[in-house]
């Protein structure tokens, strides 16, 4: 088939494209949903797993990412594509939910999207990774002050910053750093719609591609808008690969009656059709052991019904909705359902003999595995559930996981889902074991807990240097625990030198991942005022509000009101051409802590019954001092 070695395996791809327009608090945008639609098509026609999505609210956001990432992990190429609402403030780029209502300073922590967070966690996970915005909007929200981290910066700024990633990390955006780009008049955004063009081009290298779209786009807004992007790629990526169907065989049976024929198309039709196969998620592609009466040369097969999610594949390539396949391989197709897709899905084959065709079906169900299901964990970013917390981990979850680490003792989930499972029972001894064994093959999450075992002394005395030392290695791989763990030790000083600023910002980077013990932090730090950061209620506010959002039970404890409304104007989001945009900053220095720290007031508001949320976490974590571990998240995060 003339493959290079490059492509003679079917290369991991996977897509995450995101389309928000129907904004809550400020106008809505016209093509950011169909945007979407018509890249995630591009994207499925070139082989890429897709994670589509429309009009997400923050907390859709995380569990979609969340998703996206532990189907990414171990990925060739990486990608996000998000049209929408976007703004730079104080050179950092955030995107916007639709759920967003930014009106006080704290709110840009809790409820924007950091591009940078989205590129550090891509990092980790993919050999390339490409970011893609047409975010092209000015900021329509009246407020221009926000906090970041120990920073309240003053901006008046429009379009998006400019990026810089790490090696093979391309970044594309619809216009030039700082300017703003057309909404387009069309159905589709101009950049959009020469991306998806000019993206299936056969065997073009992304910079070409790229370049293409640019001279489109300067084509078709008569040089107001200039795509622009930030490469540090060292591998050749090319999105659509040339057709590399087989080619069909001569038809040696030209002679052959017409009803022979369309008897031994029905035979295969009916052989692999009306079949409903159960496939596993999260442990890789699986066969799905179909078979045909008879490996007649003549027969073909083509895809007529690609699967809604998840992707198809032969063990040399990735198989596209318009894929086709010969008989002699049909028994080496294989499925990888979709995370957090748990819907059935259908196969739609046509079979082909000279003139004769039929079409059949097959039906495909994704299901979790049993482990998964009892000793899964909350944000996990290499799980396939919203997990449990350790005192939700019941009787059988040891049985259910030895079972799935024999059948598929290569995928290191289960052995640290084994490991938690030994845990709750009590055998620390050979959870340690299990969890090591994960840890060894891979899986970041088990780093952090054999962290936590160090620390906790389970089995012998505390190591505190040794558990900062492995949540450190979590956390530099983005596990959200980790970074909590090793925020906490680095804020207070304890088992390490304090670095206030550093813990500050891991908390913050993890309390923007949805991991609510670092929500809880950061509420009772700005509660407080610690560590030379000054007390903010405000700031307090906004991460308390933060965990009921989550339904965190320690937040909704202490807060008991209706958030304060108040009115805001609409600034209306239009299209428009920024030549040259000179960003002003102002940079306010927090000052020094009062003697005597101010302290949450409660606004005369009446209180608001809640409806009482049962507690999830560990036994005797009652008082309000932020626990060791994920004893409040009572969610999937």
Known sequence: ????????????????????????????????????????????????????????????????????????????????????????????????????????????EVQAIKVDDILRQLRSRSKVQMIILDACRNDPFPRKDYWLRDQLIVAGDSGLAQVTGSQNTLIAFATEPGAVAYDGSGDL??????????????????????????RDVVKATNGKQVPWENSSLLDDVVLMRGTEQPAQPPDAEQDQQTAERGIQVAAAAEAIGNRDIRVPVGVGPVP??????????????????????????????VLSPQSSLMAAEIGNL?????????????????IRVGNAAKQATVKLSPNVEPCDQAAGEPL??????????PNEIGGGAVEACEAAVKSYPDVARFRYELGRALLASGRVDDATKAIQEAADKGHIRAVYELGYIAASGMGAAPDLTKANSLYAQASDKGDPYGMTALGRALFDGVGVQRDTAKGLDLLLKAAAMGHVDATKDLAVIFRDGR???????????????????????YSMAILGLLPRRSEMSIAVCKPKVVTKVVTKIKVIRTPAPPVQPPKITTPKAPLVPIEPVPWRGNAGDNDHSPPERGSGDNSNG
């Open 1 to 108: 088939m003339g493959l290079t070695t490059f492509e003679a395996h079917a290369d991991r791809r996977v897509a995450l494209v995101i389309g928000n327009s129907q904004y809550r608090e400020i106008p809505a945008l016209k093509n950011p949903d169909k945007d979407a639609e018509d890249v995630s098509k591009t994207f499925r026609l070139a082989g890429f797993e897709v994670f589509a999505a429309k009009d997400l609210t923050r907390l859709q956001f995380e569990e979609k990412f969340r998703n996206y990432l532990a189907a990414a992990d171990g990925a060739d190429l990486a990608v996000v594509y998000y049209s929408g609402h976007g703004f730079q403030v104080g050179g950092e780029n955030f995107l916007i939910p639709v759920d967003a209502s930014l009106k006080d300073a704290a709110d840009m």
């Open 189 to 214: 955004s101009p950049f959009s719609s020469a991306f998806s063009r000019r993206a299936l081009a056969p065997n073009q290298e992304i910079r070409s591609v790229m370049a293409a779209v640019r």
């Open 288 to 317: 799905l052991k179909l078979d045909l009466p008879a490996k007649d040369a003549s027969l073909s097969l083509k895809l007529a019904d690609y699967p809604a999610t998840g992707t198809l594949s032969l063990p040399d390539r």
């Open 334 to 350: 294989r499925y990888e359902p979709q995370i957090g897709s748990p819907a059935p899905v259908d196969v739609g084959f046509q």
């Open 380 to 389: 996990d970013l290499q799980g396939v559930v919203s997990g449990r917390l």
């Open 531 to 553: 560590n030379g950061v000054p007390a903010d209620a405000a700031r307090a506010l906004a991460f308390l509000r933060a965990g009921i959002d989550r339904q965190e039970a």
